[in-house]
């Protein structure tokens, strides 16, 4: 499963702006008929902002959860609003000091071919360096990594020689998370749906050990093959039963980095997890993030990252897809596991 890294411009400037909106809130898993593309007009910079020609959009899991109508660490996207993604483009008019057309930004937009932003602290310049593509400033060098970093350095600190668990680990972050676990001397186990990704996270990324979902071996009983020492870390992209049976896993003052919880994403009532008691017999931290809340800790995490990237230690998997029109598409397959790594789409 290599990394596709295709050419990053636009194949075209188009003359409307196309825009991916919520018809309605889903009902479980989201399909098509939830979402509505729109054309309108180019938008223009207005006082204090910067109009860019999105490059590429992310496609994260974190967006099912803004499409329903209940709090969050973030607004809920209203009925009739654009999806909100981080995005990457090319600034085509400004109206702020120190931004000029061509300059290249990273920031908060959404799901469509032209955005107006705000320079702020999560939107800013980019400076890529010219071998490395702008998909990797999306996924290892960008907040996929800077997740996956301060996750294992800030929330749950690993050690040489601890056992790590990671879950959706042929994921996004989960692919990154593995191989900082390995790049900090851990052994590591990462749980993933299918032997084809369970191989590739053995094979390509040099996990410890895979542990298949889909398999028909309870996890209870993988988890003490394969981690017969018990777990000192638990990197959880899913919560759910997963996290029930790892609290039993756990050893005595392990820590617990709560990333995501997609496992409850499409659920009507998430699963109520029976096991916190381990909480206190093991003395477990076990504490959730959101990587910009860690700001002094990012300088670190991108000087790592960069490092192992330049140096091949860590290995950067995107699949860009090409076209807006097929953006929701993409975003479903998330939710289907028939993908590995960062999913990002090239309007």
């Known amino acids: 499963?290599?990394?596709?890294?295709?050419?990053?411009?636009?194949?075209?400037?188009?003359?409307?702006?196309?825009?991916?909106?919520?018809?309605?809130?889903?009902?479980?898993?989201?399909?098509?008929?939830?979402?509505?593309?729109?054309?309108?007009?180019?938008?223009?910079?207005?006082?204090?902002?910067?109009?860019?020609?999105?490059?590429?959009?992310?496609?994260?899991p974190a967006i099912r959860g803004w499409l329903d109508d209940k709090e969050s660490y973030f607004p809920p996207i209203q009925l009739g609003a654009l999806i909100n993604a981080i995005v990457i483009g090319t600034v085509v008019e400004s109206r702020v000091?120190?931004?000029?057309?061509?300059?290249?930004?990273?920031?908060?937009?959404?799901?469509?071919?032209?955005?107006?932003?705000?320079?702020?602290?999560?939107?800013?310049k980019l400076d890529p360096a010219p071998d490395v593509p702008l998909s990797r400033y999306l996924s290892a060098l960008g907040p996929t990594g800077l997740t996956a970093h301060v996750g294992l350095h800030v929330i749950a600190p690993v050690r040489a020689g601890e056992t790590v668990v990671v879950s959706a680990a042929a994921g996004a972050v989960g692919s990154i998370a593995v191989q900082i676990g390995r790049l900090r001397g851990c052994r590591v186990v990462g749980i993933a749906g299918g032997a084809d990704k369970c191989r590739w996270l053995v094979e390509t990324l040099g996990v410890g050990a895979a542990i298949d979902r889909h398999d028909p071996t309870p996890l209870d009983d993988a988890l003490k093959a394969h981690c017969p020492a018990g777990i000192d870390v638990y990197f959880d992209n899913v919560g759910g039963a997963t996290l029930d049976t790892i609290l039993g896993h756990m050893n005595i003052g392990g820590r617990i980095a709560t990333c995501g919880m997609i496992a409850d994403y499409n659920a009507a009532e998430p699963y109520g997890v029976k096991n916190l008691w381990q909480l206190v017999v093991k003395r477990l931290n076990m504490r959730g993030f959101l990587t910009y809340d860690h700001e002094d800790a990012l300088p670190a995490a991108r000087r790592d990252l960069g490092q192992w990237v330049a140096q091949g230690a860590l290995i950067s998997t995107e699949e860009v897809v090409d076209g807006l029109d097929n953006t929701v598409a993409t975003f479903l397959r998330l939710f289907t596991g028939s993908h590995s790594g960062k999913l990002l789409v090239r309007p």
């Open 97 to 124: 000091p120190g931004y000029a057309p061509g300059d290249i930004v990273t920031g908060f937009g959404g799901w469509e071919d032209y955005s107006r932003l705000t320079p702020s602290p999560i939107v800013s």
């Open 1 to 60: 499963m290599p990394a596709q890294t295709p050419a990053d411009t636009p194949a075209d400037t188009p003359a409307r702006n196309r825009r991916i909106l919520l018809a309605r809130r889903p009902c479980g898993v989201p399909v098509p008929d939830d979402f509505r593309q729109v054309e309108e007009a180019v938008p223009t910079a207005g006082d204090g902002e910067i109009l860019v020609r999105n490059r590429l959009l992310s496609v994260d």
